[in-house]
């Protein structure tokens, strides 16, 4: 191939997409206009700039107090949710090597609902920190399972094999939720919302409590960004380039459970975000692990942000668990990455 | 053409015969005395022969009124929503050739939940009778979807047919949460949390009388078309030249198989794997054939439902936990093995 048909070719594969830093920009506006609009809107809408007053002069009404003290964390637990989520979601695709990987249909997130739940009933802890690490149990219990069913067989992490196991294990882990709540009826009233996935009612102290664990979540999938994509290309080539794959994905393996965990605990069991986010990702910046992870997290928190609006909005005053808006939405991109596999007997 | 289709399924049945004849009888035997030994248990245990007593209408007074007012119809629902769902599940994996086709697996549990649960909270006076009608619809309704997205290339696909089962499952579920979440009075959602497990609490003659015709109509419609179910096994072509309009066929099968479903989960909501273990158990016992496959599922998936049943309502006594939640602990470890099993 001569130079200038090279040159002319890396153009049009790079003119396909949108330059990076734009899409950064975009991105990072469109967050901040939708979190700007989960402070204004619900089921009593605000002036924006009562809202703005309510953050810079803060004076004590009700409404400056239903945005700061209020919405305010709610927005914050949101974004911080779906930026995990999201990144979870596309650590799990890139390492397990299919794209019907997420935490919420593989029973991982179930796994950490489980935990918190047995914690709140059986032992009586209502400490926040302590129900934080339960979840981080309960996650990390789900995923030990998943990776047994992935390597017991020699189907590996094969799509079908891998969510039908998912499947069952969400529906036996779901299905003791359900047990202790009838056992505990009292439990119920706040569980009912809960277990679909909501922010009602998320406050700083949850924030402070799941923090180390997203810290510890965002570090690790910095740090095997590379590696990660060295892994892509196949376990042998990897290892022919120096990259061991059990240690990268041991570490990928922690950081997914810290953060789908931490969102557990923030605001339960919420679905699909982490299947349906790092598909969008792809589509604007491409497999690359680095740009995808940057783009899931900001695409993530966006969902969720938006997705709490409008289960705030549509049926106000009767608020819905945000997890039934991600799962709409979610739930046609599962349907279509499904569709769109090519058929392997 | 005609005298090669009967001899089909009778020829590959004929080395089978004395042994499939013997798991049949073994499996209605092993049904009656599991009815009477469950009957017999819980808070006022009555022994096995004071129930045969009862049940023959010569027992003492009280543990006459406990087994034929309360325990005897709720263990009949028991063993009739195991029933329909074994039956639902011989019918989906003959369907899609695929071990792994569940009713609450590709969705149809899913469509008669939704449909029951919205119907429940939207429509209060309606009358219990109505239910499988509406769950029939909703499991109908998806299932049709399920195909239909599933439908690529001139076929569908068992492992896109699953894929996709689990993404209407997952829809359904979000669906139904929403609708719980979003009632009003406690006790209402509390009933709903439990339906959703998946429990026969409380079941009596009312409700049996509601399930009894779609069994009675709809296990042997299913029993008349195992023949259909023999020849789709052996694959499309072959089917279509045995005679079978194979299309036309699928259909009426898959509306079989979500009337059967939608009328147990109407009854005593998505109890969860027992569409999926029930059929594997008898394919392994009763061999290829499906009207014995049929035959037996049905019996072992009532089995099945009324020894959970029985689990869930004395392990944590008073306390009934929903049933769906022991066919899960059972369950889910089977088809995890079943799919690590399968692989290797």
């Known amino acids: ?137 309960g996650a990390s219990v789900a995923a030990a399972a998943i990776v047994a069913v992935g390597l017991l067989g020699r189907g590996g992490f094969a799509a079908e094999r891998l969510v039908v196991a998912g499947a069952a294990l969400s529906g036996l882990l779901l299905a003791l939720v359900q047990g202790l709540l009838v056992i505990d009826r009292e439990s119920l009233e706040a569980a009912r919302h809960w277990l679909a996935g909501t922010l009602t009612g998320a406050g700083w102290d949850d924030v402070a409590a799941t923090l180390p664990y997203l810290a510890v979540g965002a570090v690790i999938a910095t740090a095997i960004t590379r590696p990660l994509t ?43 975000v982490g299947l349906a986010v790092p598909h969008a990702a792809r589509a604007l910046v491409g497999r690359d692990i680095g740009p995808q992870l940057v783009a899931c997290s900001v695409l993530g928190a966006l969902l969720v942000v938006v997705s709490d609006i409008a289960a705030r909005v549509l049926l106000a005053p009767e608020e819905l668990p945000v997890g039934v808006v991600t799962a709409i939405v979610g739930a046609p991109v599962l349907l279509h990455v499904a569709r769109r596999r090519t058929h392997r007997p | 053409m005609t005298t090669r289709t009967a001899l089909l399924p009778r020829r590959c049945a004929r080395g089978r015969t004395r042994r499939t004849r013997a798991v049949i009888a073994t499996s209605a035997l092993l049904s009656l005395a599991t009815l009477i030994l469950t009957v ?7 022994a096995p022969g004071d129930v045969l007593l009862s049940l023959l209408g010569r027992g003492d007074p009280s543990s006459s009124f406990v087994v034929s007012e309360l325990r005897l119809p709720r263990a009949l ?22 071990a792994l086709a569940a009713p609450d697996l ?15 909270v939207a429509l209060p006076d309606l009358t219990i009778a109505m239910l499988p009608a509406c769950a029939f619809a909703g499991a109908l309704l998806a299932s049709a979807l399920v195909y239909a997205l599933a439908w690529r290339d001139g ?17 359904g579920y979000a669906i139904v949460l929403g609708v719980i979440s979003s009632i009003d009075e406690l006790i209402h959602a509390s009933q709903l949390v439990t339906f959703m497990a998946g429990t026969v609490y409380g079941r009596g003659w009312q409700e049996l009388a509601t399930l009894a015709p779609w069994l009675a109509i709809g296990l042997p419609l299913a029993l008349l078309s195992a023949r259909q179910l023999d020849s789709l096994m052996l694959g499309d072509d072959t089917a279509g030249a045995l005679g079978v309009r194979i299309e036309a066929e699928r259909l009426r099968l898959l509306a079989l198989a979500a009337g059967l479903a939608g009328a147990a989960v109407a009854v005593a909501g998505p109890v969860g794997f027992v569409g999926l273990m029930a059929p594997h158990a008898a394919r392994r016992l009763a061999g290829a054939g499906h009207a014995a496959v049929l035959t037996t599922a049905v019996m072992l998936g009532g ?5 959970a049943d029985a689990a869930a309502r004395t392990a944590f006594a008073p306390v009934d936990i929903p049933v769906g939640v022991v066919t899960a602990i059972i369950g889910a470890p089977y088809l995890i093995w079943l799919l690590t099993s399968r692989a290797r």
């Open chain 1, 230 to 272: 060295t892994l892509g290309l196949g376990d042998d080539v990897a290892s022919a380039l120096g990259v061991r794959p059990r240690p990268v994905q041991a570490a990928t393996a922690v950081a997914i459970v810290a953060l789908a965990g931490a969102s557990v605990a923030l605001a339960g069991p919420i679905a699909l």
């Open chain 2, 106 to 120: 590709v969705g149809v549990s899913a469509g008669a939940h939704v449909a029951a649960v919205v119907v429940i």
């Open chain 2, 155 to 171: 076929g569908s696909s068992p492992s896109r047919l699953l894929l996709i089962g689990v993404g209407i499952t997952t829809l």
């Open chain 1, 1 to 137: 191939m001569s130079p200038a048909a090279a040159a002319a070719l890396r153009r049009r594969a790079g003119s396909r997409r949108l330059p990076g830093s734009l899409l950064i920009v975009l991105g990072l506006g469109a967050l901040a206009l939708a979190a700007f609009a989960s402070l204004v809107l619900g089921a009593t809408a605000i002036a924006p700039t009562e809202a703005v007053a309510a953050l810079v002069a803060f004076d004590g009404s009700a409404e400056h107090v239903a945005v700061a003290e209020v919405r305010l964390p709610r927005t914050a637990v949101a974004l911080l949710v779906g930026a995990s989520l999201g990144v979870a979601g596309a650590l799990m695709q890139a390492v397990a090597r299919n794209d019907l990987a997420d935490p919420s249909i593989l029973g991982i997130s179930m796994g950490a609902a489980l935990a918190t739940v047995a914690g709140q009933i059986v032992v009586g802890v209502d400490s926040a920190v302590l129900l934080v690490a339960l979840a981080m149990g």
């Open chain 2, 303 to 307: 089995c099945l439902v009324l020894v």
């Open chain 2, 77 to 98: 629902v028991a063993f009739g929503v195991g029933a329909g769902l074994a039956a639902s599940g011989v019918i989906l994996q003959g369907l899609t050739r695929n």
């Open chain 2, 40 to 46: 017999g248990l819980g808070e006022y245990p009555i």
